[in-house]
């Protein structure tokens, strides 16, 4: 390949990478720092992520999904961090603050989320926060497509014991 | 439809990967059932409430996107599989060679090698002619001639039959000897064989 081209190619991949980070940094952001920790390590996790993207273009051009790759790839990169550096996930402080006059079940389903295992916590944020399918949570999890709905399922189910109990509870 | 189906149709309605037809149907099945109504209203709640205690993907404000970095890991990326090529091909050939240099030790080799001899007087005994520049080299007369001459043949026989009231008689014929000195012959160098009506004796 010539070097004209080779440039050419380079630019391509670039502001395609561009394009992409765009489109999915900000959902990507917030997952890591949820996720793995503190903001300035999120922050530095995410540049991670793009530069270990930017060495696989061609992963990013077969994905099927490539905000799910990017997932996956955000996750590999925070548990690789979490394993090196030994960052504590702060989660509870995570969830939306508690607003006066605010419903009372919200209360209860952030305390029903902050007992969820890990797993299920996760699979639960990547439905519901930042809309990922179910395939493409099982492509960023490594998990079959069975397993991500079954953990959905068991999650969603654990919530609504919460709040209904409660409910009856005071009822 | 078993109550396990049913919920987990409920569930995933809930948590909006239904596709439109079937949330139609459901919803359809669902006006006639309503036990099922409350469970499918208390899953939507749940997620609901799920929903806003994440708080949805907020706009974050991002860092700037690194293209100088994310360009000079590419080129680093260029120049490795570019240096994984050519260690490779180098590889290969190096392997070739090996294998060649091997087999060539393997297989056996001449005892002495072929020389190849200017023309000389024989050449013209041959073409009755000088030795020219056609009649040297490899293929060249002088050469065949040589290596003919210096191959050992086997006696040839040759029958006498002087007259048709003896029996014939048979010689070799020795060609290394000089005019082919016959050798009286039976069926054997040095031997004579003398012929029967009966057949060989």
């Not at chain 1, 809309?131 to 490594?142: C, D, K, M, W």
């Not at chain 1, 959905?152 to 609504?160: E, I, K, S």
């Not at chain 2, 459901?26 to 708080?55: H, K, V």
């Amino acid at each position: 390949m010539t070097d004209r081209r080779a440039e050419r190619a380079l630019g391509q991949n670039v502001r395609e990478l561009a394009s992409l980070y765009r489109e999915h940094g900000a959902a990507l952001l917030t997952y890591l720092r949820r996720s793995f920790g503190r903001v300035e390590p999120a922050e530095d996790l995410l540049q991670e992520t793009l530069l270990q993207a930017a060495r696989r273009p061609e992963r990013v051009a077969e994905a099927v999904s490539p905000r799910a790759w990017l997932f996956a790839v955000a996750r590999r990169v925070g548990t690789t961090a979490l394993r090196r550096r030994r960052i504590v996930a702060e989660l509870p402080a995570d969830l939306a603050a508690a607003e006066p006059g605010e419903d009372p079940r919200l209360e209860r389903v952030r305390q029903a989320i902050a007992r969820l295992a890990p797993a299920l916590r996760e699979t639960l944020e990547l439905r519901l926060r930042h809309e990922l399918s179910y395939e493409e949570i099982a492509t960023a999890l490594g998990i079959p497509v069975g397993t991500v709905r079954s953990r959905l399922h068991h999650a969603v189910r654990r919530l609504r014991n919460a709040v209904t109990i409660e409910d009856a509870e005071s009822a | 439809m078993t109550p396990e189906m049913l919920d987990r149709l409920l569930l995933d309605r809930a948590l909006g990967v239904l596709g439109p037809e079937a949330c139609a149907l459901l919803s359809a099945y669902l006006e006639r059932d309503a036990e099922a109504a409350r469970r499918a209203t208390e899953f939507e709640t749940a997620t609901m409430l799920a929903r806003r205690a994440l708080g949805a993907s907020a706009t974050t404000e991002l860092p700037p996107f690194p293209a100088a970095a994310i360009e000079r890991v590419q080129r680093t990326q260029r120049r490795l599989v570019l240096v994984r090529n050519v260690a490779a091909l180098a590889a290969c050939v190096l392997i070739g060679v090996g294998v060649g240099n091997w087999t060539a030790r393997e297989s056996p080799r001449p005892a002495s090698p072929i020389q190849l001899t200017p023309a000389g007087p024989a050449a013209t005994y041959v073409t009755g002619g000088p030795a020219t520049e056609s009649n040297s080299g490899f293929w060249s007369a002088q050469r065949l001639y040589e290596e003919s001459a210096s191959k050992k043949r086997k006696p040839s026989m040759r029958l006498e039959w002087d007259s048709p009231l003896q029996r014939p008689k048979t010689a070799y014929q020795n060609p290394a000897r000089e005019g082919g000195a016959m050798w009286p012959g039976t069926g054997v160098p040095g031997s004579v064989r003398r012929f029967t009506l009966g057949g060989a004796t």
